[in-house]
């Protein structure tokens, strides 16, 4: 069964002050925006994701949200996993390896630097710095995800907001 996994950076969040620490940030305007926009072109591409996984930072579970919500994904079924909040690109591959083969599509929500790390670590894909609410899509034939290990996964793209308003 083919397998594809598809990385979401969360969506543009509050700047981190004295008085909200930094998980608690939630999305802004533009990030509700921009994972509107984003959450759109997945549906308009004919993602049917089977399972999505987010860290439980706001403005991850928020992103996640919005993107569910656009591809009829029901809300209350997304995965909350802590560890995506700062356990590094070690706990991500952790995530992906404990899905269930019969798993076809995984969105993952998490946040940079680890969720470009991780992209570049499956794929051997040179992304660079992932956008906000920038999407990678990669995808493996004849594994299990707990197969998934360094550059084990094909780029498939990386699409951001701004590619997808300036082509509208």
């Known amino acids: ?19 909200i620490r930094d998980f608690q940030r939630e999305l802004v305007g533009k990030g ?11 549906a308009n591409n004919d993602v049917v994701a089977d399972i999505i996984v987010t860290s439980s930072a706001p403005r991850a579970a928020q992103t996640a949200v919005i993107l ?14 802590q560890l995506l909040y700062d356990g590094g690109p070690r706990a991500y591959l952790g995530v992906i390896n404990d899905i ?3 798993t076809g599509t995984v969105v993952l ?10 992209a570049e670590y499956l794929s051997g894909a040179d992304i660079g710095s992932m956008s906000k609410c920038g999407i990678v899509i990669l995808e493996a034939d004849g594994l299990g995800w707990s197969e998934i290990s360094s550059k084990t ?8 907001a701004r590619q997808i308003r300036e082509v509208s």
């Not at 594809?4 to 509050?14: D, G, K, M, P, Y």
């Open 1 to 19: 069964m083919k397998k594809r996994l598809i990385l979401v950076r969360h969506a543009t969040a509050e700047d981190q002050t004295m008085m």
């Open 32 to 42: 509700k925006a921009d994972a509107l926009v984003m959450g759109k072109w997945l």
């Open 68 to 81: 569910a919500d656009q591809i009829a994904f029901d809300s209350q079924s997304i995965i909350q996993k």
């Open 100 to 102: 269930a083969d019969t």
């Open 109 to 118: 929500v998490g946040h940079n630097p680890d969720i470009t790390y991780f």
């Open 153 to 160: 996964l094909k780029f498939i793209s990386y699409t951001t």
